[in-house]
């Protein structure tokens, strides 16, 4: 069996993890293994286990970099692995990838999993400097869209064709339309005969949710019988319900926390909206392509994205108000199975599967 060692800061339901477990799922796992070097315990620790792979804990590198980076070298070494994957967007990374370099690791990869669009000065030159180093360590280097890669590796390794963009592909045979899901998810919640408005990410400043709550309000207003469902967690949690109150729309807001069964909620939902300041290539908008649910979304995003042609992009300057008739207008459009062109762009997870492990192992 040939085991990779994948670090990362913790199994959660971020997209970068979340895609990971797409993978892993899908593997043959009496061949292939996938074990994980994690900061803090995640949602996915019990499923990783019980299905053969192993974890090990470290100390976050941004609090205790010395036992974070000795951590890292000791597993490699101590463990034998010799192909370790990084999950990572800046060139900081550069350090765990010389941790595992020293711990003995021949083939050590990096997957790009973000493409922030506004950095200040000193992030630019640090990320400069680091860059060329990250690069020579990172042989097998890896992105989810153009944006991701450009912003990892930078211009010159893409236009070299050095990065592999690997995409955020899904399991068609679970992202599907779940009629029966959809009826229970809007049983749970209170949303049968409203206009549903979803969005699922961590409930973080990348996200936008400010910005989401006061599309949301525009909504509401001209849809009255309206609500909002937000699936996730995260930091800014009190901040976004405060604004939910101050608009006046707390009642039409339903924050239903982690979930795993997104097929059914993406079912339940009539307009997917995501207004994200930046993203690699983001996993919730391509199931919702995938379940069928038509998307408004940030033109902050790749166009890659667009995978179905179900997708509106909006740019951030637009008012709230514009957003809202987009939704509205996207949420009346027919539903349609989305399957084959899913499956004809390249986004089934057996393919995916194969080139992960043509790549990392």
Known sequence: MKRLLCI?????????????MKLYRAMDRTEYQLDFIVCKDGCYDK??????????????????????FSGIRRTVKENGYENVLKLGSSPKVVTDLFAARLGGARKICLRSCNAPTTLGRKQKLIDAALRPSMNALAKVKIAPSDLAALYTFGEKQVKAGRVHILKNAVDLDYYKRDEAGAERVREEFGLKGKFVVGHIGRLNKQKNHAF??????????????SAL?????????????????????????????????????????DVFVFPSLYEGMPNTV??????????????????????????????????????????????????????AVMREKGYSIEGSVKEFIKLCY
């Open 212 to 225: 989401l709550i006061e599309i949301f309000a525009a909504v509401a207003r001209l849809k009255p019988e």
């Open 8 to 20: 990362l800061d913790s199994l959660d339901t971020g997209g970068a993890e979340t895609f990971m």
């Open 47 to 68: 499923e990783v286990l019980e299905k053969g792979g192993r974890i090990y804990k470290i100390p976050l590198r941004t609090k205790e970099f010395f036992k974070a």
């Open 229 to 269: 469902l937000l699936i996730g967690v995260g930091e800014l949690e009190d901040d976004i319900r405060a604004k939910a109150r101050s608009l006046g729309i707390a009642d039409k807001v339903v924050f239903a926390g982690r979930r795993s069964d997104i097929p059914a909620l993406l079912s339940a939902m």
């Open 286 to 339: 391509i199931e919702a392509q995938a379940v069928g649910v038509p998307c408004v979304a940030s033109d902050a995003i790749t166009k890659g994205a667009n995978v179905t042609g179900a997708l509106k992009y909006l740019s951030l300057e637009a008012g709230a108000d514009e957003w809202a008739k987009a939704a509205i207008k996207a949420g009346a459009a027919p539903r349609a199975d989305m399957s």
